[in-house]
C-alpha cells in the first residue's frame, strides 16, 4: 500500500472548520483513501473513505485531487470532541484491512 | 451487539507470567484483525482470520504470540513469557468482507511490570 504523509499537530477553534490534509503522492489506481480518528484511549473510528469523486457523511467530507496524489478531510463545524488523532490511509480495493497507520495528525480543538 | 467488544479493558501483569486477551466480532462479520499499538503510535497489524482460518501473521507476532478464533466467532490472543515490551494496547478489529469498513474494539491496555 503506498505511504501517506499528514502534519504531525494543528490546532482548531470550536465552530469553525477544520482542514486536515494528507499526502499520498504514490498511490495506485486501485486504492482508497481512508479517514480514521482515534480518541485518547478509545479504539480508531472510522470516519469516510473515496477512491476519485468527493465523499461527504454525517461526520465529514473528503476531497480527492484529481491526480489522487493528495486529499483534505473537513470537519465543517469542529467541536471539542472532536479532539484526536487522526489517521489518513490508503488502502488497496477488496484488499485485506493490513492497514499501515502511520504517525497520524494530533487535531485539538480549542474553545 | 452494538460493536467489538474487547476483555479485558486493562490488564497488569509480572514479566515472564502468561496473558490471554479476549475479542468478540460484531456478529456475522468474518475477517477479524489484531492490531497492537504503542504509545505515540499507530496501531501496526498483527494477524488476522478469515472464518476460523488465520491466514497472515505479521512479523511483529513472535513465537511467544498465538492467536486463535477456534469457531469463527470470537477470537483469543496470548502471549507467552511476557516481557516489558509487550506493553502496549491490543486492538481488535473485525469486517464484513473484503468491501466494507473494519470497525475497532476498544482495545486491551497491557502494563508488564
Known amino acids: 500500500d503506498a505511504k501517506t504523509t499528514q502534519p504531525p499537530s494543528m490546532d482548531c477553534a470550536e465552530g469553525r472548520a477544520a482542514n486536515l490534509p494528507c499526502n499520498h503522492s504514490?498511490?495506485?489506481?486501485?486504492?482508497?483513501v481512508y479517514w480514521y480518528r482515534q480518541i485518547h484511549s478509545q479504539g480508531p473510528q472510522y470516519i469516510i473513505h473515496?477512491?476519485?469523486n468527493n465523499e461527504t457523511n454525517e461526520m465529514a467530507s473528503l476531497i480527492i485531487t484529481e491526480d489522487r496524489k493528495s486529499s483534505t478531510l473537513i470537519l465543517p463545524h469542529a467541536t471539542l470532541r472532536d479532539t484526536a488523532v487522526y489517521y489518513c490511509?490508503?488502502?488497496?480495493?477488496?484488499?485485506?484491512?493490513?492497514?499501515?497507520f502511520g504517525a497520524g495528525t494530533t487535531v485539538t480543538v480549542r474553545a | 451487539d452494538t460493536g467489538v467488544s474487547q476483555n479485558p479493558r486493562h490488564k497488569i501483569t509480572k514479566r515472564g507470567q502468561n496473558v490471554t486477551f479476549r475479542c468478540d466480532p460484531i456478529?456475522?462479520?468474518?475477517?477479524l484483525y489484531w492490531y497492537r499499538q504503542t504509545l505515540g503510535q499507530g496501531p501496526e497489524f498483527l494477524t488476522y482470520?478469515?472464518?476460523?482460518?488465520?491466514?497472515?501473521k505479521s512479523r511483529l507476532l513472535s513465537d511467544r504470540f498465538s492467536a486463535e478464533r477456534p469457531k469463527g466467532s470470537f477470537s483469543t490472543l496470548e502471549i507467552q513469557r511476557t516481557e516489558q515490551g509487550d506493553s502496549a494496547m491490543y486492538l481488535c478489529?473485525?469486517?464484513?468482507?473484503?468491501?466494507?469498513?473494519?470497525?475497532f474494539g476498544q482495545g486491551t491496555r497491557l502494563t508488564v511490570v
Open positions: 473515496g477512491l476519485k
Open positions: 490511509i490508503v488502502r488497496v480495493a477488496e484488499g485485506d484491512y493490513k492497514l499501515s
Open positions: 478489529a473485525s469486517s464484513q468482507n473484503l468491501n466494507t469498513e473494519a470497525f
Open positions: 456478529s456475522e462479520h468474518n475477517r
Open positions: 504514490t498511490i495506485s489506481g486501485n486504492e482508497y
Open positions: 482470520f478469515q472464518n476460523e482460518a488465520q491466514l497472515e
